[in-house]
Nanobody, 123 residues
């Protein structure tokens, strides 16, 4: 199972970025998918998750600003990030769990992880 995150970059506060996570077909079908982020020296934290049913879950600090979605035809899921703030600066990771119903905030429930992509928001 392979996941590959992309789309990170540098943006000014108030700007937008879209992260993508390309998954192998095996990983994508029937799996729950999530995004997490980590700041150097801090623990990795939950950002958003989407179940196979498209039910979603968001961390409070991104509600109304970030949107998680999936494109079954492309085996890819996304994190649309709007109204970015400097505190959103982090390395963002995508992850997958075989539990397709999961929209878990607990990173230990995710079996597969992609390499991170850096997001930097300047003030």
């Amino acid at each position: 199972v392979q996941l590959q995150a992309s789309g990170g970059g540098s943006v000014q506060a108030g700007g937008s970025l879209t992260l993508s996570c390309a998954a192998s077909r095996r990983a994508f079908r029937g799996y729950g998918m999530g995004w997490f982020r980590q700041v150097l020296g801090k623990e990795r934290e939950f950002v958003a998750a989407i179940a196979w049913s498209d039910y979603t879950n968001y961390a409070d600090f991104v509600k109304g600003r970030f949107t998680i979605s999936r494109d079954s035809g492309k085996n890819t899921f996304y994190l649309q990030m709007n109204s970015l703030k400097p505190e959103d600066t982090a390395v963002y990771y995508c992850a997958a769990t075989p539990n397709g119903y999961a929209i878990s905030t607990d990173q230990s429930e995710y079996t597969y992880w992609g390499w991170g992509t850096q997001v930097t928001v300047s003030s």
